[in-house]
């Protein structure tokens, strides 16, 4: 693991893991070798699109991935200079500036906090695009490149879409633009059109293995393979079902699947009462309902079924966890919500 080095900026980090370093100080990417590949063959070759998409289900590595493009253009440019797998040496300027959060040729935007109510956003408003403009506009980094990451481009609202796509319609020189998504699919078609595509897929357990016992080390073989086959490939979704209480929050998900035609409500309003007493709890939960459903799904693409509806009750789901997070809503009220869409999911189209 990576060790944590001083920031020089409040930065808001909601895909820190407490305990693992951030994306933007791992100086490892775990597999991907065909993304990395072809990203480093535009770079280096000198011809980077102006804007790449990096896609793929949560905790796979796509920040990973965007900050580590980002440091090599802010070290090297768009030239052969630096090694071929991308990677910067961790005592470089450009890679101790990305890791502090300091480099004055990196934006990075995010949702961010209301000033009026002290609490996290539920979308990536137009004001924080519109700083793409003013940050693209200045003189360019020690490097000659400015580069902007914006993670997740799904949190856009429809002012902030139309901001970013004025953008890609007149692109800066020497400039590169990576948009993260979980989701691509939410995004307007005219800026997936702009974009090069980076489709990230789950960690094979081979991957999986190997970063769990380094990032783990006091796990065993059998425990390692328990948290591969749980988070369904997302390392970081086992890290989180590794700390903590992950393991019953897991098991909690599968449970309202399972029982989505005829849901527990008194057990579901107590496991909410425990969700709003943990720190995350409701978040938290939310990402193992997603990987859970997501799993599912994944798993009878294959038998023929229609599977529409279930997608859409997929992404309904996400889109309220991540709301009711963001305002602090009631867990009992999100909860009962998320038991009626899968309620009803399971009665027009079947069970998963």
Known sequence: MAPRRARTVEIVETDRLEGFAHPRETPTLAGHGVALERAARAIRGGRPPQAWLITGPPGIGKATLAYRIARYLLAYGATADGPDDLSVPENSP???????????????????????????????????????GGFFGMTSGAGGWRVAIVDTADDMNEAAANALLKLLEEPPSRA??????????????????????????????????????????????????????????????????????????????????????????????GFADKLSRMTDGL?????????????????????????????EAWEALNRTFVRSTALHLDPRQTLLGAARTLGDTARRAGTL
């Open 283 to 311: 978040e938290q939960f939310g990402a193992f309902l997603a990987q859970a459903l997501s799993e599912r799904i994944r798993a009878k693409a294959g038998s023929g079924a229609r599977l529409d509806r279930w997608i």
């Open 94 to 132: 450009a890679a101790q500036q990305v890791a502090a959060g300091s480099h004055p040729g990196l934006l990075v935007l995010k949702r961010g906090v209301n000033p009026q109510t002290g609490k996290l956003m539920t979308v990536l408003s137009v004001d924080e695009i519109r700083r793409l």
């Open 176 to 269: 590169m633009l990576l948009l993260v998504a979980n989701v691509p699919g939410r995004l307007l078609p005219t800026i997936r059109s702009r974009c090069q595509r980076l489709d990230l897929r789950i960690l094979d357990a081979a991957t999986m293995e190997a970063e769990l016992k380094r990032l783990l080390p006091e796990t065993n073989a059998i425990e390692r393979a328990s948290l591969t086959r749980l988070s369904g490939g997302s390392l970081g979704l086992a890290l989180k079902l590794a700390g903590g209480e992950g393991a019953e929050l897991a098991a909690e998900a599968d449970r309202l699947i399972d029982r989505a035609s005829s849901p527990d409500v008194p057990a579901l309003l």
